[in-house]
């Protein structure tokens, strides 16, 4: 059973920083893409950053210079440093990761969320 354990989120004033992490584990041939999303109530989950299993990496307009996405293959773990952390930033953060099980099979899979709160 893949999980996806994300852990570093919290409550940070505007201009502070955070660094989220998301652990994959169980069944797992090899990871392809890994990104962070997130999501406010009542609005659509939205990409934040994503990182191919090459290094290659993709930004959304409203984090670039802000943000950065890495990743650690060998422990099958992503990152997301988040600098410069402005209120509009608060949100549930959610990550997803493209697993190739060891049947052969893929499928994406995302995590249980964390709260990061950017506020006075």
């Known amino acids: 059973q893949v999980r996806l354990v994300e852990s570093g989120g919290g409550l940070v004033q505007p201009g502070g920083s955070l660094r989220l992490s998301c652990a994959a584990s169980?069944?797992?041939?090899?990871?392809?893409?890994m990104g962070w999303y997130r999501q406010v109530p009542g609005k659509q989950r939205e990409l934040v950053a994503a990182?191919?299993?090459?290094?290659?990496?993709n930004y959304a307009d409203s984090v670039k210079g802000r943000f950065t996405i890495s990743r650690d293959n060998a422990k099958n773990t992503v990152y997301l440093q988040m600098n410069s952390l402005k209120t509009e930033d608060t949100a549930i953060y959610y990550c997803?990761?493209?697993?190739?099980?060891?049947?052969?099979?893929?499928?994406?899979?995302w995590g249980q969320g964390t709260q990061v709160t950017v506020s006075t």
């Open positions: 997803n990761a493209a697993v190739l099980h060891f049947s052969g099979s893929g499928r994406n899979y």
């Open positions: 169980g069944g797992i041939f090899s990871l392809g893409a």
């Open positions: 990182i191919t299993s090459g290094g290659s990496t």
